[in-house]
C-alpha cells in the first residue's frame, strides 16, 4: 500500500506545484498586462499631446497665412479703388472738356445760323421795304 501511496503523493504534490506555478504565471501575466496598460496609455497621452502640438502649430501657420492673404488682398483691392477712382475722375474731366467743346462749338453754329436769318430777314425787309 505504500507504493501505491508514493504516486499518488507525488501526483498531489505536482499538482500543487503546477497550482502554484499557474497561480504565479496568472500574477505575473496580470501584472504585465497592467504594466502594459499603463505603458499604453501613457503613450497615448503623449501621442495625443503630440497631435495637439503639431494642431495647434497648423493652425498658427494656417491663420498667419490667411492674415498675409487678407493683407494682400485688401492692398491689391485698395489700389484697385484709386486707379478706379482715378480713371472715373479722368473720364468725368473729359467728358466735362468735350461738353464745353461741343457747347462751344454748337454756340458757334447757333451765332452763325442766328446772323444768318438775322442778315436773311434785313435783307427780305429791305426788299419788301423798297
Not at 503630440?50 to 493652425?59: E, K, P, Y
Not at 492674415?67 to 489700389?79: H, L, M, S
Request: a positive charge; glycine letters at 4%.
Amino acid at each position: 500500500m505504500t507504493d501505491k501511496r508514493k504516486p499518488k503523493k507525488i501526483k498531489q504534490q505536482l499538482q500543487t506545484g503546477l497550482d502554484a506555478m499557474k497561480v504565479e504565471a496568472q500574477r505575473n501575466y496580470d501584472k504585465a498586462m497592467h504594466q502594459a496598460e499603463l505603458e499604453l496609455k501613457k503613450q497615448q497621452q503623449v501621442a495625443g499631446e503630440r497631435l495637439d502640438r503639431v494642431d495647434q502649430w497648423a493652425l498658427k501657420h494656417v491663420d498667419e497665412a490667411l492674415e498675409k492673404a487678407t493683407e494682400e488682398f485688401n492692398r491689391a483691392k485698395g489700389i484697385a479703388k484709386k486707379k478706379y477712382d482715378r480713371a472715373i475722375a479722368e473720364a468725368q474731366n473729359s467728358l466735362q472738356k468735350n461738353l464745353k467743346q461741343t457747347s462751344s462749338a454748337v454756340g458757334k453754329k447757333i451765332g452763325k445760323i442766328g446772323d444768318r436769318l438775322k442778315d436773311a430777314a434785313q435783307s427780305a425787309w429791305q426788299k419788301l421795304v423798297d
